[in-house]
């Protein structure tokens, strides 16, 4: 998609700003997409998807990003995925396009759809499951991804309907995915309590960055979780297929609530923000929308900049707050989170309601 | 309170008068003659036009699933003449179709049925939506099995219905495996199927193709009345002649 089409760049226009560095990440990630298609190919087996998370998925990618991958199986276990596995890692090195993602973490490996689609919450819910799962919804994209039965689309639809078929709801009553909305929560702050573990593990070595992350980008994903949480409340006639309008149904609320929220999930973490600021429904403040979108757009511009990077990579937590630009991403954090506060907690707006009621206790 | 009935493909492959035996015995409402095999449309059509579709509430014909599109004027011919003669239900797959406006003269007769992964066209709501397109007074031939099988959530089964619920002319039932195989209900297609089987207007009869032992036939039609319902009185009578 052409930046001029995006949501974003309505954005852009409905506040009158210019948001330079989002624009840049957006064509960046269109570019990387077209080199990853090339370097996977079509020929993936029917029960495989190639799945780009992270930044790519977000259209948020910068020169530093990785390329947090992994291969969604929704099928019959068969040896050769392995090998499928091992061939796209060597040839993803090979290019020399793409930056591995971390290896301790929870890509560069063959995913399987039972564990994401039956394993929610229990003993069997590990946080790498956790993780996966929730960033299929929240933060995914699929080299593949205008086939319309691809194997990731399948799996998205399986997790939603079993967050919205195992909803305690009393008929008649107001239908809240309050499951749903309990595990996006869960993983932001598993993210949170993670980050304070990667600090105790690895010390100093890319902590400002860590820190930069979980301000701005990772704090985005809970909100735009929010928002798909509070989709069919805030959205009952959805307009993201305009030649069938989805729309809620309370004699089938999660039969209705998984086609819903699948076509929302099809968004960018960005774009459910920008959405959600342009729909008079929500009730958004757009100076507040405008603070937030301009903070982002600096804080994409920081992780562009090798210089930054790479200082912010080598400070210490106790060179950090002596150090101007540690100190002014922080202060733009602040900006950021202060309108994500404004948007999200206005109780007269009705995304600040839906907030207050459902997302604390 | 709708009627059950079964395929003849399904109860007795390439045998319709032992599948027609076998469903005589049940005392159902519905049938649907199976042509699927090219090479089999011609001697059924035969059969029916000189027998008659038997005094069933409601009778379908399966066409061919595949054919050449030099050989699609003569297959519509031949339809054509059921529908003359019968005013029977007509079901095709939307990817046969090459020239639409050929069908098109079966107006409400004519159903197109959505299809598995397998194929190109008429899996979901929006390829549904180009076929009828093309053919606007086609009905829907709602096969729950294949829709079931492109989405194991019933996500796209409820969108299907709930864009073309006042198309269907009849259900097509059956489990659907990965490998597209029809087989009987599981407990897990069984309870998929509940989901939406409330959306299905009461009036539209199911055909079941679950390829099932003939001792299990009578198991297969009283699970599917506990699924979608089922007719008190079938009045049927059998088709004479056999």
Redesign the interface.
């Known amino acids: 998609m052409p930046w001029s089409d995006s949501l974003l760049r309505k954005v852009e226009l409905n506040l009158g700003v210019q948001l330079p560095n989002i624009e840049q990440a957006f064509v960046r990630s269109e570019e990387a997409m077209d080199q990853l298609r090339e370097v996977v190919g079509t020929a993936l087996p029917d029960e495989v998807s190639f799945v780009a998370f992270g930044s790519l998925a977000r259209k948020e990618y910068t020169s530093g990003s990785d390329l947090d991958w992994a291969l969604v199986i929704d099928g019959r276990a068969d040896s050769s995925h392995r090998e499928l596995e091992l061939d796209l890692k060597r040839r993803l090195t090979d290019c020399g396009k793409f930056k591995d993602p971390n290896p301790a973490g929870a890509f560069g490996a063959l995913v399987f759809s039972h564990e994401l689609i039956h394993c929610i919450g229990g003993a069997g819910d590990t946080n790498a499951n956790l993780t996966r799962r929730m960033l299929l919804l929240l933060e995914s994209t699929d080299t593949n991804h205008l086939l319309p039965l691809a194997p990731r689309q399948r799996v998205m639809r399986g997790i939603l309907e079993r967050y919205f078929e195992e909803e305690a709801h009393f008929p008649g009553k107001p239908f809240f995915p309050r499951f749903f909305l309990n595990d996006v929560v869960r993983l932001w702050r598993t993210i949170a309590v993670d980050y304070a573990a990667k600090n105790a593990e690895r010390g100093h070595e890319k902590w400002a960055l860590r820190n930069a992350k979980l301000r701005f980008s990772r704090k985005l994903l809970f909100a735009a979780g929010l928002l798909l949480a509070f989709e069919t409340s805030l959205f009952p006639d959805s307009e993201l297929i305009a030649s069938a309008p989805s729309t809620f149904d309370p004699d089938h609320p999660a039969l209705s609530s998984t086609e819903h929220c699948y076509r929302a999930a099809q968004l960018t973490p960005l774009d459910l923000i920008a959405r959600a600021s342009m729909s008079p429904a929500t009730g958004m403040d757009s100076q507040q929308v405008r603070r937030l979108f301009e903070a982002y757009d600096v804080f994409l511009g920081i992780l562009d900049s090798e210089g930054i990077r790479v200082k912010l990579a080598k400070l210490s937590y106790e060179e950090a707050i002596r150090e101007k630009v540690f100190e002014n991403m922080r202060e733009v954090g602040h900006q950021f989170q202060d309108a994500l506060n404004s948007l999200f907690m206005n109780p007269d707006s009705e995304l600040g309601k839906l907030t207050l009621k459902y997302a604390i206790f | 309170m709708r009627d059950i009935g079964f395929s003849t493909g399904a109860l007795a492959k390439s045998d319709v008068r032992k599948a027609l035996r076998l469903s005589c015995g049940l005392g159902t409402g519905a049938v649907e003659y199976s042509a699927l095999r090219f090479e089999e449309l011609s001697p059924l059509v035969e059969f029916l036009l000189k027998e008659g579709p038997g005094d069933y509430r409601y009778s379908s014909f399966h066409a061919p699933s595949q054919f050449k599109p030099e050989d699609e004027k003569a297959v519509v011919e031949l339809l054509w003449k059921l529908i003359d003669r019968h005013a029977m239900h007509i079901v095709v797959h939307p990817d046969v179709i090459s020239d639409h406006g050929l069908w098109r003269k079966f107006g409400t007769r004519l159903c197109v049925e959505n299809m598995d992964?397998r194929k190109p066209v008429g899996?979901?709501?929006?390829?549904l939506?180009e076929v009828f397109e093309k053919l606007p007074e086609a009905r829907l031939c709602f096969d729950i099995g294949h829709a079931h099988e492109?989405?194991?959530?019933?996500?796209?089964a409820?969108?299907i219905l709930?864009?073309f619920r006042n198309r269907i002319a009849h259900i097509h039932a059956s489990e659907v495996s990965?490998e597209c195989a029809h087989r009987a209900f599981s407990p897990a297609s069984a309870a998929a199927f509940r989901?939406?089987a409330g959306?299905i207007p009461d009036n539209v009869p199911v055909i079941l193709e679950t390829v099932t032992p003939d001792e299990k036939i009578g198991t297969q039609m009283e699970e599917a009345g506990a699924i979608f319902g089922q007719s008190k009185d079938s009045g049927h009578r059998p088709v004479s002649g056999r």
Do not use: G, L
Request: net charge neutral; hydrophobic share 25%.
């Open positions: 992964h899996r979901t709501a929006d390829e939506e492109i989405d194991r959530s019933m996500s796209r409820y969108e709930k864009r990965d989901k939406v959306m």
